[in-house]
Nanobody
Framework: VQLQASGGGLVQAGDSLRLSCSASIRAFSNAYVAWFRQAPGKEHAFVAAINRSGSRTYYADSVKGRFTISSDNAKNTVYLQMNSLKPEDTAVYFC?????????????????WGQGTQVTVSS
């Protein structure tokens, strides 16, 4: 199983980016797919998560109203639309999968991680 994150880049404050996380297998039927980020010198921080049907989404307070997570099951891809980007959003963004039939828990173990994609927001 592989998760592939892409879509990062260098943008200015206020711009938008869309990150993609594609999986190597179809339909994590009982998995949540999440985005985390790690800024220089800081620990991983939860950003957003979604269940495979898209009926449940979760967001960190710092990104609510600016970021939107969505999924395209036909493409086995999860997206993170990031609007109104701020310099403090600068980080390496990772996607991860958690097999969980209950509510999502960002503090619990994630079974698979993708490589990161760099997002840099200049002021």
């Amino acid at each position: 199983v592989q998760l592939q994150a892409s879509g990062g880049g260098l943008v200015q404050a206020g711009d938008s980016l869309r990150l993609s996380c594609s999986a190597s297998i179809r339909a994590f039927s009982n998995a949540y797919v999440a985005w985390f980020r790690q800024a220089p010198g800081k620990e991983h921080a939860f950003v957003a998560a979604i269940n495979r049907s898209g009926s449940r989404t979760y967001y960190a307070d710092s990104v609510k109203g600016r970021f939107t997570i969505s999924s395209d099951n036909a493409k086995n891809t999860v997206y993170l639309q990031m609007n109104s980007l701020k310099p403090e959003d600068t980080a390496v963004y990772f996607c991860a999968a958690q097999f969980n039939i209950g509510n999502y828990d960002y503090t619990a173990k994630h079974d698979y991680w993708g490589q990161g994609t760099q997002v840099t927001v200049s002021s």
